[in-house]
Nanobody, 121 residues
Framework: QVQLVESGGGLVQAGGSLRLSCAAS????????MGWFRQAPGREREIVAA????????YYATSVKGRFTISRENAKNTAYLQMNSLKPEDTAVYYC??????????????WGQGTQVTVSS
């Protein structure tokens, strides 16, 4: 069992930055691919970024590429999402997820409770 706890959300003006953290319980954090997802009101949950468990390979949604950076520190059981040049359309609840195989909305094994990010114009 893995428990994920997100933190770092908040209210920021357009153009600003936030850093989200996802702290994982347990000793097997390095065995999971990690991902960040977001869900805006009235919209489906979508993947934002993902990072591999072994080689640290990364994936970014087109909408955030060049602005967001996903990283992880296995020694601290923590994944991060650095968000720069934030836009109002980035406003959503952000979730982290852990997956043994595929990081996706349907195949992730564990989810955090979410943290609200609000970007004002």
């Amino acid at each position: 069992q893995v428990q994920l706890v997100e933190s770092g959300g908040g209210l920021v003006q357009a153009g600003g930055s936030l850093r989200l953290s996802c702290a994982a319980s347990g000793r097997t954090f390095s065995s999971y691919n990690m991902g960040w997802f977001r869900q805006a009101p009235g919209r489906e949950r979508e993947i934002v970024a993902a990072i591999g468990k072994s080689d640290g390979g990364t994936y970014y949604a087109t909408s955030v590429k060049g602005r967001f950076t996903i990283s992880r520190e296995n020694a601290k059981n923590t994944a991060y999402l650095q968000m720069n040049s934030l836009k109002p359309e980035d406003t959503a609840v952000y979730y982290c997820a852990a997956a043994r195989v595929v990081v996706s909305t349907t195949q992730a094994d564990y989810w955090g409770q979410g943290t609200q990010v609000t970007v004002s114009s």
